[in-house]
């Protein structure tokens, strides 16, 4: 990568090379900056060093987290895929706003250092209403999108936002159903640490929303014989990857995930996607929940509603199954409901489904 000559944008700042890192140091090593702030300036170091690789920890969604080691000139061509896939331009305002140790934050960075974008950065939470002023790229998880539509403040916050993607977990039916009617345009996003982010996106709101995801450019899928994924894209280093992710493709190459194969619950002889089930109660319940299957001497595994939950929604379980009751077939309402004063999680925060049900004393 020839990054020399190239001119980096920071706050409204212009800055060679030279004069960013010595910039960055500085920053680090001044008392007053705030933690967030020193692992962006100490990733920028990372970038523009010699070395051409990065190590990155995957998310631990499936599974352990773990550590692999992408190659420099493969984060950079994915970058330039999603700068051309949103028309993006030098001096473009770009929003930081996620944790800087998994791909979806690294990957901001560097599309704002490849495409000389102005970076704007902001401590990651769920608390973004102090966007600092309109922004042309963002990209953000569903509960910060979420907890940013729920009040006034926080839509008028994201209508300053031009273009966002939204990914690392589930996007509730609620959720895009709010997103309907705000200017900002929205993407999913599909993708993983191994694919270096998105290599497709879906949009979500606006007069082109559709529920098929549509390829990057140089991305290839196909299916495996358990109907899930495979993913090549030889600009980023991927060659048919297998994924889990239970998927249908169309005729014009796009494609939909319809739930993870290691999440299928098998009860009395029938295969259950959980999420499928999931989005049919999307909306319907406030707190965080999912579809698990727990052991049973007669159907193999029993279907069961698991529930964030200590008080409140315990309290009106009869209305919980008269909505269920609602919203799902005869064979797809779980046998019980089981509320959990909190779910486990991954160290991104993703919900731990087997973990969780594994804490039970049951």
């Keep these: 990568m020839n990054s020399r000559n190239k001119t980096y944008c920071l706050t409204g700042r212009s800055f060679s090379k030279e004069s ?46 773990k550590e692999i080691r992408l190659q420099k000139k493969h984060m950079e061509a994915s970058a330039r895929a999603t700068i051309s896939f949103f028309n993006l331009r030098p001096k473009d305002t770009v929003l930081h706003c996620l944790p800087m140790q998994f791909i979806a934050g690294k990957m901001m960075m560097v599309r704002a250092l490849v495409g000389s ?24 998880i569903p509960f910060q999108v979420s907890k940013l539509v729920s009040k006034e403040q926080g839509r008028r916050a994201l209508s300053k936002i031009e273009k966002l993607i939204i990914g690392g977990s589930f996007v509730p039916t609620d959720l895009i159903n709010r997103l309907q009617n705000i200017s900002t345009q929205v993407w999913q996003t599909y993708g993983m640490t191994e694919t270096i982010t998105h290599i497709a ?57 319809k739930g993870r194969v290691d999440n299928i619950i098998i009860s ?42 200590e008080r409140t929604l315990k309290r009106k379980v009869f209305d919980l199954w008269e909505m269920i009751e609602g919203k799902l077939t005869k064979l797809e309402i779980p046998k019980e409901i089981i509320f959990i004063p909190s779910f486990s999680r991954t160290t991104s925060g993703k919900i731990d489904r087997k973990a969780t049900i594994n804490s039970l004393k049951i």
């Design 117 to 140: 974008l102005d970076l704007y950065c902001i401590e990651p939470s769920s608390e973004l209403e102090l966007i600092p002023e309109q922004i042309d790229f963002a990209a953000m």
């Design 20 to 65: 960013l890192m010595a910039y960055c140091s500085a920053e680090i090593n001044r008392g007053e900056t705030k933690n967030f702030k020193k692992e962006v300036y100490r990733f920028i170091l990372d970038w523009l060093s010699p070395s051409d690789f990065m190590d990155v920890k995957t998310s631990g969604s499936t599974g352990t987290p």
């Design 268 to 309: 009395g002889g029938i295969k259950f996607n959980p999420e499928e089930i999931e989005i049919k109660l999307s909306g319907a319940i406030s707190n965080d929940y999912f579809i698990g299957g727990l052991n049973d001497n007669e159907l193999g595994h029993r279907l069961v509603l698991f529930i964030e939950d």
């Design 201 to 257: 996106l879906r949009r979500v709101n606006g007069s082109n929303k559709s529920n098929w995801y549509t390829t990057l450019p140089s991305v290839s899928v196909k299916l495996d014989n358990r109907g899930c994924l495979i993913i090549s894209a030889d600009h980023i280093g991927v060659s048919n990857l297998i994924t889990n992710d239970l998927a249908e493709i169309n005729e014009t190459g796009k494609f939909k995930i």
